[in-house]
Every structure is written in C-alpha cells, then in structure tokens.
C-alpha cells in the first residue's frame, strides 16, 4: 500500500490496482425520471420524416463558377488588348527597328517604299550598273 | 415493452411506414448506454442531455446511411463518440484552453455540476482520468467496467484491439501513479 493526500490534506490508505476499486462507485446521478421521460421527450423533437440535411452551401461557393468564369473572359480581354497594342505600334512606326533577316523582318511602310525607289533607280542608273560590275569583278 | 431483437428493428427502420416505430425502440434500447458513455467524457449533466439527444437526432437524419454491415449499436456508439468530441473541440476552442490534449479544464465543469455527489477521492479520481491525452482517455472511458469488448471498441474507433489494450493498460498505469503520488 501507498500513502495519498486529498487537498484537505487528509491521509488516505491508496492500494494498488486502485482502478478496480471505483469500479462500484457512481458519484454521477441524473435527475428523477430522466431515462424514463427521455425517448417521448427526445420522439416528440424528432422531424417527421427522416431527410439528410441538405449540405449547407455558402454564398461564396455558389457564386464561386461565375466569379471563375469572369476571371478568364477577363484575362482574354487584358490578353486581347495587349495584343491589339503592341500590333499597333508596329503599324504606326514609333521606334522601329528595322530587321534585315528575310524571316522576321519589321519594315516600315515608308521607309519600304523608299527602298524600292533607290533600287529602282539603282537598276536603271547606267553609272549604279557599271559600278555593281565593278564591284562583282572584283 | 417490445422485446428488442436488432434484425427485426433494423428491417422495420428501412420501411419508412415503421420507421418511427422502430426508431422510437432504439432510443429505448440505447439511450441509457450512450448517456453514460457522454457522461463520461464531458462530465457535466446538462451538456451529456444535449450531445445525447444531438446522437439520436444525427441518426435519424442520416438513416439512410446506415448500411447494416455493421452492428446498430456499433454506429449509434460512432456518433455519439463523434458528437462528444467535438462538443469538447468547441469547447476547448471558446474557453481558449491551453492545447495540451488533456481535459483537465473540465474538473472546474465537474466541481459545479448539481448531478455530481462524488467526494474527495471521486473528485481525485476524475482528476486523474481528465490528465490522460483524449484518445486515452476516450479508450479508458470506454473499456472502464467493462462496458465495451475490445472488439467493438476497435470498430468504433478504427483502432486495432492490439493498440486499444495497450492504451488502456497505460491509462491504468497512470492513473494509479496519479492516486497514489502526493498531490
């Protein structure tokens, strides 16, 4: 046997395998009649048939597929206009680089034209003929 | 009284002319039996009568749900144990208790409870359970005189009989440490 102290400070005579001994206390009651009242108290609360709750949706999870939705028509729109911008630019000749690979080249409209007419006169200029000659000669 | 028999209940709850019937039977048949099992782990009256009757109305909401592959009692059991843990999770969460997985708040809950008659060593007692972590002491609660086989233990808690002995050996073994220290 051991030695224990309840708070008041009262010595008490604790055994070992003490679990077993509290198996015939009860310090738990209920009040007069509880069990007895209990499944009319609890069959008068019940709901008339038994239906599973609908799950409870929020307002944000319903309108969560719209809100989605609205997203990516957004997204094409930002897209779209940037798209449609930077295509302008090149059109309007603001800075433009001018590119001299066959593939990609950005050329500008005017200055395009410009070109052709030099070549054109470069073509049909005896003196531009004779110096291309000279040039391939050597 | 009817006589009780589960396969009958059962049969008669899947007939929706019988049902309430039926129903009426099994809050009869369990609702001492899930008391005390609440009683157990929340301690005070009043909360074990609301998580109780929360039980019953869970189970018959969800009717349907049960299949039958399991025992009637073993699914009421489940609920019940589910419905008590997390009245304590709330509670726990609204009295911002420390999180230590123990209960030992509650013995404030269990010293004013009217429906409490236990003296010193009861109260010493209860105080010893409430410091096991909550899974323990849901097992200890549980098995304490004998009020559950270790087999339906298992399918109420999804736990092997293996674990839930081991645990309940080691809840006894602290609580006697605990009764037997000088506190």
Redesign the interface.
């Given at each position: 046997m051991s030695k224990g102290y309840t708070k008041e400070g009262q010595v008490m005579e604790i055994e070992k395998n003490t679990v077993d001994k509290f198996k015939d206390r009860q310090p738990f009651r209920v009040p007069e009649g509880y069990f007895d009242n209990f499944t009319k108290e609890l069959m008068d609360r019940l709901p008339e048939k038994s239906v599973a709750e609908p799950p409870k949706i929020s307002l944000y999870n319903r309108i969560q597929p719209w809100l989605y939705m609205a997203a990516v028509f957004a997204g094409l729109l930002v897209l779209f206009h940037v798209l449609n911008y930077t295509a302008g630019i090149s059109k309007e000749g603001g800075s433009v680089t001018v590119m001299t690979s066959t593939s990609d080249k950005i050329v500008n409209e005017e200055e395009d034209a410009e070109f052709l007419d030099y070549m054109e006169e470069m073509y049909t200029d005896k003196y531009a003929i004779s110096y291309i000659y000279d040039f391939l000669d050597n | 009284m009817q006589q009780y028999i589960e396969e009958d209940v059962v049969k008669r709850l899947r007939d929706?002319e019988t049902?309430?019937d039926a129903?009426?039977q099994v809050?009869?048949a369990y609702?001492?039996k899930l008391?005390?099992q609440i009683?157990k782990m929340v301690?005070d009256?009043e909360d074990t009568?609301d998580i109780?009757?929360n039980t019953?109305?869970k189970a018959?909401?969800?009717?349907?749900?049960f299949r039958g592959e399991a025992k009637l009692s073993t699914w009421m059991y489940k609920i019940a144990v589910n419905e008590s843990i997390t009245f304590l999770n709330k509670q726990r969460a609204q009295q911002h208790v420390p999180l230590d997985d123990t209960d030992i708040y509650l013995l404030q809950t269990l010293q004013a409870d009217d429906?409490?008659?236990?003296?010193?060593?009861?109260e010493?007692?209860?105080e010893a359970i409430l410091r096991l972590p909550e899974k323990q002491r849901l097992v200890f609660t549980m098995k304490?005189?004998d009020e559950l086989k270790y087999e339906e233990m298992s399918e109420i808690l999804g736990t092997s009989v293996g674990a839930l002995k081991a645990s309940y050996h080691h809840a006894?073994k602290k609580?006697?440490a605990f009764?037997?220290?000088?506190?």
């Open positions: - | 929706s049902q309430r129903f009426a809050v009869a609702s001492e008391y005390w009683r301690l009256h009568n109780l009757q019953f109305l018959w909401a969800n009717l349907d749900h429906y409490f008659d236990g003296d010193a060593i009861d010493k007692f209860q304490y005189k006894v609580i006697e009764l037997t220290s000088d506190v």
